[in-house]
């Protein structure tokens, strides 16, 4: 179960407390992720290869060539 904790000042969530490698994050970027839980779904779906939008995975200028 994800528990709130505080870091400097700031309050965290760890979606995974107890495990090795913990996932937490605060405030702000728990509201991004709202913000683009769309696109985050749909990365998911894709397994990576899109994030919703008609843009390869990469982004702009990205290709499958080094040079």
Not at 4 to 31: D, H, M, Q, R, V
Not at 37 to 50: H, M, P, Q, R
């Amino acid at each position: 179960m994800p528990e709130i904790s505080e870091y400097k000042g700031n309050k965290l969530i760890c979606l995974n407390p107890g495990s090795k490698f913990t996932f937490s994050f605060g405030l702000s970027k728990a509201k991004m992720i709202l913000e683009n839980l769309d696109a985050i779904k749909k990365f998911v779906d894709t397994n990576g290869e899109s994030c919703g939008d008609d843009a390869p995975a990469g982004g702009e200028g990205s290709s499958a060539e080094p040079f």
